[in-house]
Every structure is written in C-alpha cells, then in structure tokens.
C-alpha cells in the first residue's frame, strides 16, 4: 500500500512539474486561455487524475464529468487552468 502512495504521489509531483509543459492548442474565449490536450487518463490523485500526454503528465479534475469512467482510455479534454491543475469542460474519447 505504501508503494501505491508513494508512486501516486511521484504522478502528482511530475504532474505538477510538466503541467505547463504538454503540447496543447490554446484558444482564447473572452479573458480565459482554453486548451486542448490529448492523452490517456492513467491514475487518480487527490487532486483529480493524471492525463499522460506526449509531453508528460498533467493533473486534471472535472466536475461535469466522471472521469473514473475514463480511467485507462484515450480521451481529448479542453478546459481552463487554474494553477497547474486543469478543469476540464469538454472531453471526447
């Protein structure tokens, strides 16, 4: 148990660390910078989940959708940051 925390909390850390790293189409809507970020939802994290990209990990959180449904799959989001986690408004598998 204490190996899945830590590995979680070494998602989180990277996640943080890479955020703003990721290959992403940004759109401006009004005052807020939307983007777009292809990957596969590959753990969850007290924050939200971890969305593995081509460029690294991005921690991103919904509250529209349940993103436990889309745990190991491929999926498109677009949202807005706060910080570095992401919420997503739209996503598309």
Same mark, same amino acid.
């Given at each position: &148990?204490?190996? +899945? ?7 989180? &850390?990277?996640? +943080? ?10 759109? !401006?809507?009004?005052? $807020?910078? +939307? ?9 969850? *994290?007290?924050?939200?989940? /971890? #969305? $593995? ?7 991103? *959180?919904?509250?529209?959708?349940? #993103?436990? !449904?889309? #745990? ?7 949202? &807005?940051?706060?910080? !570095?986690?992401?919420? /997503?408004?739209? #996503?598309?598998?």
């Amino acid at each position: &148990m204490k190996r +899945v925390i830590l590995f979680l909390g070494f998602l989180l &850390m990277v996640g +943080v660390n890479l955020g703003g790293c990721q290959q992403s189409i940004i759109t !401006t809507k009004g005052n $807020s910078k +939307v983007v777009t970020i292809k990957g596969e939802i590959i753990a969850p *994290t007290t924050d939200g989940y /971890v #969305l $593995s990209t081509e460029s690294g990990l991005v921690t991103i *959180t919904s509250t529209k959708f349940k #993103l436990d !449904t889309y #745990l190991h799959k491929k999926v498109t989001v677009e949202g &807005m940051y706060s910080g !570095t986690l992401l919420y /997503v408004d739209k #996503l598309r598998n």
